[in-house]
């Protein structure tokens, strides 16, 4: 049971590495890992809780990049210097995090028709532990800042040209000097709208814990 659960897992992070997670079926990840659709169901309440699992696995991955990217907790310094180092460095590792931004797409009102009470509340506890985990031996910024981004990663996806396939796969194939279609690069549209969000967040979360 584990072997095949881990398949299908690994089945479905291929296919999201490949196409928009809108244009994957149940039917096409069941023939893709070699079993037949209701055989997947048994471990999985539908398509959105497979992916829902991949978002969880990638989301802790992600955590786990940030702490060795930030290393060892360093005193605050004044000025926000230290929001705005987390914001940064923040910004970069999601950046680098595509299979997490594109799990991150799955639409909230589908998840709630499709997914069972109970995964629910489970992936909400696991979600919430995780947060916490890598918190534990941070001071509150990272705190602020990694719940905010679980958040909006779940409730709005990424930034839809920033997770456009064709898009970036065309801007990795050429060279910076090279792009004269008038467009921003999109990835670094993507990080440099991220930072500044954060540097927003984490300075009022600051500046609030000081009032």
Same mark, same amino acid.
């Given at each position: 049971?584990?072997?095949?659960?881990?398949a299908?897992?690994?089945? $479905?992070?291929?296919?999201?590495a490949? =196409?928009?997670?809108a244009d994957?079926?149940l039917?096409?990840?069941?023939h893709?890992?070699?079993?037949a659709? *209701?055989?997947?169901?048994r471990?999985?309440?539908?398509?959105?809780?497979?992916f829902?699992e991949?978002?969880?696995?990638?989301?802790?991955?992600?955590?786990?990049?940030l702490?060795?990217?930030?290393? =060892?907790?360093?005193p605050?310094?004044a000025?926000y210097a230290? !929001?705005?180092?987390?914001?940064?460095?923040?910004?970069? *590792?999601?950046v680098?995090?595509?299979?997490?931004?594109?799990? $991150?797409?799955?639409?909230?009102?589908?998840l709630?028709?499709?997914? *069972?009470? !109970?995964? $629910?509340h489970d992936? =909400?506890?696991r979600?919430m532990?995780?947060?916490? $985990?890598?918190c534990?031996?941070?001071?509150?910024?990272?705190a602020?800042?990694?719940a905010?981004?679980?958040?909006?990663?779940?409730r709005?996806?990424?930034?839809a040209?920033?997770r456009?396939?064709?898009?970036?796969r065309a801007?990795r194939? #050429?060279?910076?000097?090279?792009? #004269?279609?008038g467009?921003? !690069?999109? #990835?670094?549209?993507?990080?440099?709208g991220?930072?500044?969000?954060?540097?927003?967040?984490?300075?009022?979360?600051?500046?609030q814990? !000081?009032?």
């Open positions: 049971m584990a072997a095949r659960r881990s299908i897992m690994t089945g $479905a992070r291929e296919m999201l490949e =196409k928009n997670l994957i079926s039917r096409e990840l069941s893709r890992v070699g079993l659709k *209701s055989n997947v169901l471990y999985f309440d539908s398509r959105e809780a497979i829902l991949v978002f969880d696995e990638e989301f802790q991955a992600w955590l786990a990049d702490d060795g990217r930030l290393g =060892k907790p360093r605050r310094k000025g230290t !929001e705005v180092r987390l914001a940064t460095t923040m910004a970069a *590792s999601l680098d995090a595509e299979l997490l931004l594109r799990a $991150a797409r799955l639409d909230g009102r589908v709630e028709r499709n997914i *069972s009470g !109970e995964f $629910a992936f =909400k506890a979600a532990a995780n947060v916490a $985990a890598v534990a031996t941070r001071r509150s910024p990272t602020v800042a990694a905010r981004i679980h958040g909006v990663l779940r709005r996806g990424a930034d040209d920033r456009h396939v064709s898009v970036l801007h194939g #050429r060279p910076r000097r090279d792009r #004269r279609d467009f921003p !690069e999109p #990835r670094q549209r993507f990080s440099d991220l930072r500044a969000g954060l540097v927003t967040w984490l300075i009022g979360a600051a500046a814990a !000081e009032a």
